[in-house]
């Protein structure tokens, strides 16, 4: 098991839409467990292949039940709303309360090429539409409200000029907040 870098905000590869999973082979059961190994040495509940820089349609997942991997995975059905103090392992320290659908219907393959189909709610709903927005190249900052998005590219900013942290408007204090 190898534990990855996790890419942060500002890295391209944040940015582009993953590819589909065509095959599993050896390296992509490989990626998958390190992908794992990286989400819990972190910790998060959460983690996407390009967080990693690996431009392939994966996550990883434990929200306390255990780890699972999804390959192409996609919202088939999504009600409800529910807020909850997002974070992401890729914009650490950092996280704001974001509203997102309650309940998501997610579809998808595991590394044998079975369907994947859950019916989840709340924090796994949310881990499952955070991780799939990173394969879009969808990063939480786009997810945030236009006052939190302010907030959020003045800290952003600040931290890639390497202000001292003294200098840094509105600097989030580092908290526990799951990181996906
Ligand atoms: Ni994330």
Not at 3 to 32: K, M, N, S
Not at 70 to 92: D, F, H, K, M, Q
Request: proline share 4%.
């Amino acid at each position: 098991m190898a534990i990855y870098d996790i890419r942060t905000f500002g890295d391209p590869v944040l940015r582009q839409r993953a590819a589909d999973i065509e095959d599993v082979d050896a390296a992509l059961v490989r990626l998958a467990d390190d992908m794992i190994e990286t989400m819990y040495e972190a910790p998060g509940v959460g983690l996407a292949a390009p967080q990693v820089g690996v431009q392939r349609r994966l996550f990883v997942y434990d929200v306390g039940d255990g780890p699972g991997i999804v390959l192409n995975p996609r919202i088939a059905e999504s009600s409800g709303e529910w807020t909850y103090e997002e974070g992401c392992l890729s914009i650490p320290g950092l996280s704001w309360e974001v509203i997102r659908p309650k309940q998501v219907r997610l579809i998808g393959t595991d590394l044998d090429g079975n369907d994947i189909d859950i019916d989840a709610d709340e924090l796994l709903a949310r881990c499952f539409q955070h991780e799939i927005d990173h394969l879009e190249g969808v990063l939480l900052v786009e997810r945030l409200d236009e006052e939190q998005r302010k907030d959020a590219m003045r800290i952003l900013r600040g931290r890639a000029l390497d202000l001292p942290a003294g200098e840094r408007i509105g600097q989030a204090t580092a908290q526990s907040s799951q990181g996906h």
